[in-house]
């Protein structure tokens, strides 16, 4: 019986890197591409590939003939889209077309997930659970080329029958996260204080909000779920249904130090778009077509980030 493959791209960001972990220990060859010259898992096989340069992803599909692609590659950053819009257009929207079209050409077969963005949906919609069925409404560069690619991936199922499923992932977190990303910039500054690297004073934007958190290692679960038993054309929410205030995950990690840390608010970690007080995510839809669950508790997953910059 011949190994089963999967292709992800961008496979040396955050995700990519446990969506492959996962994927080798589900016994599959696993295929990555991004656009730096070597990958960051040595474990898999991998290609240097400019998603937009399709004849070699063409060549890339026909050769592999994956049973599953997943796409994660693109602008995840939110300030970065706002700073080149039609940067971000490029590689979210265009860059999606060219892996929607060159599976149609060359892997028509392959189960493909799309990733998208919780920034698909209106900051300021009235309700605090967000189904699948509110209609989006994206208030930003990012969210508006997420939902353009989920468009055009959605005439891809219905005008040539291809197998692409579609998240609209919430915020998620865990060991090896950007400090670009709000709970790993904190756990990173409070090691830092640890050391003795800098001030006993951690930076913060607002902590109004409460956001809905989920583990990457529970999210890179329901990617593979959602190709494994979930359904073409549908999009599914990931997400943990559950509420984090900012100023309790802080505290939950300064006080992992034995230091007294002043919080003072600085101006350059003020994201400049408005963001509703509680907006949680629901994941019943995925829940019911995939048997997928959120298993790892908030406290573990600060934990492990904490403990991933301590062994940086």
């Known amino acids: 019986m011949s190994t089963q493959s999967a292709i992800i791209t961008g496979s040396n960001g955050f995700v990519g890197k446990w969506l492959a972990d996962l994927l080798q220990t589900s016994g599959y060859r696993v295929y990555g591409i991004d656009n730096t010259d070597t990958s960051r898992n040595p474990s898999i096989e991998y290609a240097k590939v400019n998603i937009l340069e399709k004849d070699k992803l063409c060549d890339l599909f026909a050769s592999v003939k994956p049973e599953m692609i997943f796409h994660l590659a693109g602008v995840s950053y939110l300030p970065d889209a706002d700073k080149s819009p039609l940067g971000s257009i490029e590689i979210n929207v265009l860059g999606s077309l060219s892996i929607f079209e060159a599976a149609r050409i060359a892997s028509p077969s392959s189960a493909i997930l799309f990733i998208g963005s919780s920034k698909e949906y209106n900051s300021n919609i009235n309700a605090t659970v967000i189904t699948e069925d509110i209609h989006p409404l994206p208030e930003n560069f990012y969210g508006i080329t997420k939902y353009s690619a989920e468009l055009f991936g959605q005439q891809y199922v219905r005008q040539f029958g291809m197998k692409i499923s579609f998240t609209r992932s919430f915020n998620h977190t865990g060991p090896g996260q950007s400090p670009l ?15 003795g690297l800098s001030e006993p004073v951690l930076l913060t934007g607002s902590l109004e909000s409460t956001i809905d958190f989920t583990d990457v290692r529970d999210v890179v679960d ?36 034995g230091k007294k840390i002043e919080i003072r608010s600085e101006q350059s970690k003020m994201r400049g778009h408005a963001t509703n007080r509680y907006l949680t995510g629901d994941n019943s ?21 904490y403990e991933y910059w301590r062994n940086c």
């Not at 990303?181 to 050391?195: H, L, P």
């Not at 599914?236 to 990690?253: K, Q």
């Not at 839809?285 to 980030?305: A, N, V, Y």
């Open 222 to 257: 329901g990617y593979y779920r959602i190709l494994k038993y979930g359904k073409a054309g549908e999009v599914y929410n990931v997400c943990s249904g559950r509420g984090f205030t900012l100023e309790w995950i802080l505290t939950y990690l300064a006080e992992k130090s």
């Open 285 to 305: 839809k995925l829940m019911k077509h995939t048997g997928w669950k959120c298993s790892i508790p908030m406290e573990k997953t600060l934990d492990d980030l």
């Open 181 to 195: 990303f709000v709970c790993s910039d904190w756990a990173k500054q409070i090691v830092n204080i640890e050391r």
